[in-house]
């Protein structure tokens, strides 16, 4: 469905769109690009063919509007006319067409939901479905609580009180094993925002009653789930209330149902990796309380000529730990991304033009991983190509700090050249110091004097690299790079004989 169309990449004889299964990008035509739709759109041409009214829509109208010349798509309630939109819809026209004259949104959440469409498609709306919307837009309707006793059961609470100077918040999430991970909490002006998320999201949403100050505790019990969120008075008053209760305060739902959310975060440092990567360092801000968890990524929103665009990244370390004894350092404040500035990226350049001191938008969490896929690994095999490196950091410090029972860890790193290898040194010296930590450089595009291995990923390079250290160890292999990438090794690796559960792609 509806993505984020790259501007020519991947380039249109690349291997990258010839992805080998799942969803592969299709050859834009050229003058197809994002900026090219971007550009269309500002240019006062009359996109829906309504001449800029807003119309209610039946679904017996939805329906009549099904062909590639006249196609409207239903979203969240809303209606687009996404005929314009046909030839730049990196997906490809089919993929559009699947949803034509009806409802997309399932088809479009099961895709990417962290598109967002509302921004690139809102000179093709139509107007909102009329009678019964088919489905809630994002944050407008009150969103349903979870059914059934079981999950009602489950659902959490929340309370609060009140001392001269302190507001004190306190969700009683009903869940065991909670951990700083699995809260988000951030107040902006009078705005609060306290949300438990794990498979589901649960939302305190306050507009609180007077003033507090910037900085927020948060407080977890985590044995016996119980989570305070401590505010600080502006003034010391008595508050009559918590405030006004916005519109998802205390639901719970399924996370994928909950709208990103998203935050200003404040450019502190860039530092270069290499010719073309740099390690960006963003301030959260100070009533923000957010952990990226391992293997899960952010999204950052820019506006680029008017467009809100939205990319994913996978936060970092800011290096390597070399001493794996103890814990590193918890540091929740500043979020690391290594991210590589492509000449024609449209994302990475403007990100590359914010000056220190700029602000930039962070979204919550995703991601399909989960800590507990490597807890029991004996073998863990990292298999990344380029930028898809990032994903590889926090789990390999992870895996060398908490998992009991590992054995080896092997990084097979994927690049064109030497010069694209990333924190080269600091995994050479890892390997020197933890004898657990193997890496090997592969290079496609190697100089004369590379003595290292090189080519591409392949059945009989997966056979050599990819090794149980026992006959039966349990064994995580993870991948991530260009989709094709992935999707090869994922192939060569079962060919191989390696199960889908020993299997972990990273995607967005
Ligand atoms: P686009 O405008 O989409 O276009 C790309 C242009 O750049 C093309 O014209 C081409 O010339 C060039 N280009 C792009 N990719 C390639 C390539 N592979 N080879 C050659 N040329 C290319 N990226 C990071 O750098 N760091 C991350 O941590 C990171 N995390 C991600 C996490 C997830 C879950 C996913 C799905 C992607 C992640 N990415 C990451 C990729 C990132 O989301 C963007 O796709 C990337 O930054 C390019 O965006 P862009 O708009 O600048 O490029
Ligand atoms: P790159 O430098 O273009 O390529 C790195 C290596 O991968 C090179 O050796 C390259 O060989 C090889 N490669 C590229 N395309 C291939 C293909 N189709 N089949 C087999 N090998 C291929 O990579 P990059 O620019 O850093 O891109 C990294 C990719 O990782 C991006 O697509 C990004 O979106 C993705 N990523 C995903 C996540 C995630 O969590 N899902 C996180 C970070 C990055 P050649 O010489 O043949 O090009």
Known sequence: MLNVPPQAFPAPSSQQRVAAGGR??????????????????????????????????????????????DCWICIRGFVYNVTPYMEYHPGGEDELMKAAGADG???????????????????????????????????????????GASARDLTPSYDWFQTDSLITIVIYTKQKDMNAELVIVDCEDKRLRGEIVDDHSYLVEVDLDHAVQEDVAVNIAEKVGKVEIILKKKDNIHWKMLGQALESHNTFIKRTERGL????????????????????????????????????????????????????????????????????????????LMIKMYSCGLFTQALDHLQIGDYISVSNPEGNFKKSQVQTSEDLFL???????????????????????LRTVRLIF???????????????????????FEVQFILSQPAKDWVGKQGKISSSLLSECVKRSRKDSKVLICICGPT?????????????????????????
């Open 24 to 69: 592969a990008k299709v050859p834009l035509k050229p003058g197809r690009s994002l900026m090219d739709w971007i550009r269309l759109t500002k240019s006062g041409r009359d996109l829906t063919g309504l001449k800029g009214r807003l119309i209610e829509v039946t679904e017996d109208e939805l329906a009549k509007h099904n062909k590639k010349e």
């Open 105 to 147: 949104t399932d088809l479009f959440d099961q895709v990417h939901r962290w598109v967002n469409y509302e921004s690139m498609l809102k000179e093709c709306l139509v107007g909102r479905m009329a009678v019964k919307p088919i489905a809630a837009p994002k944050g407008m309707l009150p969103e349903k609580k979870v059914l």
């Open 261 to 336: 959310f998203y935050r200003k975060c404040k450019l502190v440092s860039k530092t270069e990796v290499t010719h073309d990567t740099k390690l960006l360092c963003l301030m959260l801000p100070r009533s923000t309380h957010l952990c990226v968890p391992v293997g899960q990524h952010i999204y950052l929103k820019q506006t680029i000529a008017g467009t809100e665009v939205v990319k994913p990244y996978t936060p970092v370390l800011p290096f390597l730990p070399l001493d794996f004894k103890e814990p590193p350092r918890h540091d929740g404040a500043h979020l690391y």
């Open 383 to 405: 298999l990344a190509a380029g930028t898809g490196f990032t994903p590889m950091v926090k789990l390999l410090n992870f895996a060398l700090t908490e998992v009991g029972c």
């Open 414 to 436: 994927f690049n064109k050249t030497e010069d694209d290898i990333l924190w080269r040194n600091q995994l050479e010296q890892l390997a020197l110091k933890d004898e657990r």
């Open 484 to 508: 094709p990438f992935t999707e090869q090794g994922v192939q060569y690796l079962k060919d191989l004989g390696y199960s889908q559960e020993e299997i972990h792609t990273f995607t967005a």
